[in-house]
């Protein structure tokens, strides 16, 4: 029997190439459980995967570094991760107290942030988890701190524009990045597979339009620039933040009952309808009949199962 795994469970494995230690790849072999489908073409794989996991446990514990690892793992919240990086004194604190009700101690001087700090962004009706971290620079860039970049759904880098070196501390971020086999872009730009391809952008604090155009000349086929300062308008910031993620809002609506527009069922873009239903609940799939689709204004739709999903659609699923 075939193992029909979900799209969702190929883009999780995909990150197992680059994980470096147990402590990255235990997480992401359960995700990649969480969305396997369950019936006899999959009992194989589970098993193999429930071994994988063991051994790696075995292999942290005799680790000396496992409990350091573990004092700054940062557990998911919300619908995605999006994860802070910068020189020192670029401002990343000050962004993470704007934009979440995180209280992170916030000064003139460098090396502030010892440890990552965690607050909520809300999002209209979704939370997005904001992790601001110590600088990374070319002296201090530890495994775990990479670790987490590379956990992460987004990456936003933060440099401070009014610093006559600003351009070189962008450079210097983005290799440190790559040491950690990170390739940050904002576009489709990196065509090897070495890095691994990580989406984000980067704020430019304290800067001008002048300033951001300079930035913007250098890296334009590869990154997105967003300026930052005390008066910006938050929500399009926030804004910013949903579309980088590359998400999906669907809602769903029970026969003959109104849709539910406050609990949205969230899902990377291009989902189809059984990648929804996947994610529903793993059993779900397999006794889905047909599928009613509204979008827009339009009339409802029976659609199958390999049909696209677009930001705002309505389903209501019809089960067997």
Do not use: C
Request: a neutral charge; proline letters at 7%; zero cysteines.
């Amino acid at each position: 029997m075939p193992a029909n795994l979900p799209q969702i469970y190929h883009k999780i494995e995909g990150r197992l190439k680059f994980a470096a230690t147990p402590e990255e790849k235990i997480p992401i072999l359960k995700e990649m459980l969480a969305v396997m489908p369950k019936h006899k073409g999959t009992d194989g794989l589970r098993a193999e995967l429930n071994s994988k996991i063991a051994k790696l446990k075995k292999e942290a514990k005799k680790k000396p570094q496992a409990r350091r690892l573990d004092m700054n793992y940062v557990p998911k919240m919300g619908i995605a991760q999006v994860v802070l990086m910068g020189p020192p004194n670029s401002g990343k604190s000050t962004l993470l107290s704007k934009l979440t009700n995180a209280e992170p101690e916030v000064a003139s001087y460098p090396f502030t942030t010892q440890k990552p700090d965690v607050g909520m962004i809300e999002f209209e009706n979704v939370q997005i988890q904001l992790v601001d971290t110590p600088p990374l620079y070319e002296n201090f860039h530890p495994p775990w701190l990479l670790a987490l970049g590379r956990s992460s759904d987004v990456i936003i880098g933060l440099i401070d524009g009014s610093k006559a070196d600003s351009a070189k501390e962008l450079d210097s971020l983005l290799s440190r990045l790559e040491e950690g086999l990170i390739f940050l872009e904002s576009k489709d730009y990196y065509s090897g597979d070495e890095l691994m391809k990580k989406n984000g952008f980067i704020i430019i604090s304290r800067s001008g339009d002048r300033d951001l155009k300079l930035f913007d000349k250098k890296y334009s086929e590869r990154l997105n620039f967003f300026g930052f300062d005390l008066d910006s308008d938050l929500e399009i910031l926030k804004g910013n933040i949903y579309k980088s993620l590359n998400f999906i809002r669907i809602y769903t609506k029970p026969p003959g009952k109104e849709a539910d527009f406050t609990e949205p069922v969230v899902l990377r873009e291009g989902a189809t309808v059984l990648d929804a239903a996947y994610h529903i609940h793993k059993d779900f799939a397999d006794k889905m009949k047909y599928t009613k689709l509204w979008r827009g204004d339009r009339n409802p739709k029976q659609v199958g199962p390999e049909e696209v999903l677009m930001e705002g659609d309505v389903v209501e699923f019809h089960s067997r």
